[in-house]
């Protein structure tokens, strides 16, 4: 773990800064991006593109893509072009970055996060699903795990590279550890929430220069719905301290890994298996990241992997 050097100026305003950033430069560039996938339809739908296999696969996820997806691919461009002028800002160096080594000792810190993040995550969804919150799908899709498991893979490995790898590193090295960790998970819960609601649109024919602006102010609303709030921020904000606390106890990133990518393999496993039929928010939501009973479950697990992880922890320091 880096040593704290809080007498320095703090890392986190300018972090939040490239959010700001980020944010608005999504909302400016999401309208010019609708309108270049509009006129790529266009192009797309000439007869000289149609026994191209990949022009005809762009053309439908052009045809099903709303505004509001191309609002979150313009925020992810400009989070990528905007990332290397921020570390240049910060002053990122390789002393950031937690130790990966040895790794026959992270192997098995990663599989026993893996292992207590799906298990019990994926035991919480039968519950639920035997109280009725949710009912198996027509088609329940028992033996695909492609999908879930390259999600859990990507998620896990490229967000706590980033959030407890870079990020926690630099607020570990201008905060108190105890500050860091407040912060860093703050940011982790906010960037995730940072999203439009689900099921609200913006109708093709209705886009305008402004539209952008309109996302971001119906995601400010959502900080104003406090059952909402309870009901998914409060999860994100004890996965991100679990996943925090786990970090800084083990000095790696191997364990974050595991069970970052156990609830994310979990999530997409059970939606693929079952419908929401009917639930009691805030304890049970539309999928099992939203309530107060994942939350539990989420803060259960971390307080079980930390007590499991510490012989690990012991046996590898002792090597």
């Known amino acids: 773990m880096q040593a704290a050097s809080p ?10 800064l490239y959010l700001l950033a980020v944010m ?3 909302a400016l560039l999401a309208v010019p ?6 006129a790529a339809h266009g192009w797309l739908s000439t007869p000289a593109w149609q026994d191209i296999g990949i022009a005809r696969w762009l053309l439908k996820e052009i ?25 240049r800002w910060v002053r990122l160096d390789r002393s950031l970055l937690p130790v990966w ?40 899709r028992w033996l695909k795990f492609g999908e879930p498991i390259t999600a859990a893979l990507g998620a896990g490995i490229v967000e706590e590279f980033f959030f407890r790898g870079l990020l926690l590193g630099l607020l570990l090295r201008t905060m108190t550890p105890r500050a860091a960790l407040i912060a860093g998970t703050f940011v982790f819960a906010l960037v995730h929430f940072l999203k439009p609601p689900e099921g609200w649109q913006i109708e093709d024919a209705a886009v305008t220069w402004s539209s952008g602006f309109l996302v ?10 406090v059952q909402f709030l309870l009901a998914e921020f409060a999860t994100l904000f004890a996965v991100g301290w679990v996943l925090a606390t786990v970090r800084m106890q083990t000095g790696a990133l191997w364990a974050g890994i595991g ?31 939203v309530g107060l009973a994942p939350l539990i479950m989420v803060l259960i697990t971390g307080w079980m992997a930390s007590r499991l992880l510490t ?9």
């Open 216 to 225: 971001l102010k119906q995601i400010a609303a959502g900080f104003g719905d």
């Open 33 to 38: 991006l609708f309108h270049l996938g509009k």
């Open 7 to 16: 007498g320095n100026t703090s890392a986190l305003p300018k972090l939040l």
């Open 259 to 289: 069970l970052h990518g156990g609830w994310v393999f979990g999530l997409k496993y059970f939606s693929a298996l079952v419908t929401y039929h009917t639930g009691w928010l805030p304890w049970i939501g539309p999928n099992l990241k």
């Open 63 to 87: 045809e099903r893509a709303h505004f509001t997806r191309y609002f979150n691919r313009a925020v992810l461009v400009c989070a990528i072009a905007f990332i290397w002028p921020f570390l």
């Open 101 to 140: 080594k040895p790794i026959s000792d992270g192997l098995k810190q990663w599989a026993l996060g893996f292992a207590l993040a799906s298990g019990l995550l994926l035991a919480l969804g039968f519950v639920f699903f035997k109280f009725g919150a949710y009912q198996l799908s027509t088609s329940p």
């Open 311 to 319: 012989p690990l922890c012991r046996s590898s320091r002792l090597a």
């Open 24 to 26: 608005l430069g999504g």
